[in-house]
């Protein structure tokens, strides 16, 4: 049999999550891991995509000390990923914490940001983080 190259690997994890069958999702990121296949970007995103999608925030956090752990970084669409599994968990002080540590944040991180808070009932809170980071 023919090993899975980070693409096989991707394609195969974002079509679980896409699917909704989060268990085989999370299966397959526990076998990259015992094969010793580094995961990227795609995946990490992918595998917070798929907390979010079943409010599974113990294993939201960590992929989040996965990607500190393994020196990642937080920004883009890990930001944006991260946000949006911990606002969809409820975990607004720890999205809001994310949102503000982020330092190159896109559209995608801030539209996170705002839908999440706004969701909980946070709406002004979600204002005052836009008129801050624009004002300073």
């Given amino acids: 049999m023919a090993e899975r190259d980070m693409v096989s690997w991707n394609a195969l994890l974002s079509t ?8 085989l999702a999370s299966e397959l990121f526990d076998e990259m891991e015992d094969t010793k296949v580094m ?5 990490l995103v992918n ?13 939201g956090e960590w992929v989040h000390a996965y990607i500190d752990k393994n020196g990642f970084g937080i920004d883009g ?3 944006t990923a991260l946000v ?16 503000r540590s ?3 944040k896109d559209i995608s991180t801030w539209n996170s940001i705002i839908s999440g808070l706004s969701t909980h009932g946070y709406g002004e809170q ?11």
């Fill in 102 to 104: 982020t330092l190159r």
């Fill in 77 to 79: 669409f890990r930001a």
């Fill in 84 to 99: 949006d599994m911990y606002s969809k968990c409820g975990n607004i002080e720890k999205d809001t914490s994310v949102f």
């Fill in 126 to 136: 979600a204002l005052q983080i836009w008129c801050f980071e624009l004002c300073c």
């Fill in 39 to 43: 995961p990227d970007n795609c995946t």
């Fill in 16 to 23: 679980f999550v896409e699917m909704g069958i989060i268990e």
């Fill in 47 to 59: 595998i917070s995509s798929a907390c979010a999608r079943i409010g599974a925030l113990s294993q």
